[in-house]
């Protein structure tokens, strides 16, 4: 059994997610939630970096950069779908947003139409990096 990563920071951005969703409803544009969620964390008093820049290198060299949604606590990368599922893209791009911004944690979250869901990924090159819950 492997050891929870951040459970109480994990706890708190998931109870913010459900309250977003639960005040707006579903079916709203991925923005619209983001300045929700925004706004919770500032009366939280969660820290967090909004559309964090990350350079993308290979040996070195810029390749691009990648735009995190939220940073949250200088700990979990908290990326945002409006998606009815997740894909493996999307998970595949929440690795790679772990290993150049060099995080443990990161939660996929959509706030779509019907409902909240979520996946809690670690960082990590196997199968077992990636964690629902």
Excluded: W
Excluded at 83 to 99: E, H, M
Excluded at 100 to 125: D, E, M, P, T
Aim: no cysteine; glycine share 6%; proline share 3%.
């Amino acid at each position: 059994m492997t050891e929870i990563i951040y459970p109480d920071l994990s706890y708190r951005i998931v109870g913010i997610l459900f309250k977003v969703h639960n005040q707006l409803g579903g079916g709203l544009q991925e923005k619209y939630y983001q300045q929700a969620i925004k706004r919770e964390f500032f009366t939280n008093n969660i820290p967090f970096l909004e559309q964090l820049r990350v350079d993308f290198n290979y040996n070195g060299s810029f390749l691009g950069r990648y735009y995190l949604d939220f940073v949250v606590d200088h700990k979990i990368v908290l990326e945002l779908k409006i998606t009815p599922a997740f894909s493996k893209r999307d998970i595949i791009q929440v690795l790679n947003y772990l290993k150049q911004s060099n995080l443990k944690l990161g939660i996929l979250a959509s706030l779509n139409r019907n409902n909240v869901f979520y996946k809690r990924i670690l960082a990590g090159n196997g199968p077992n990096s990636s964690h629902s819950s």
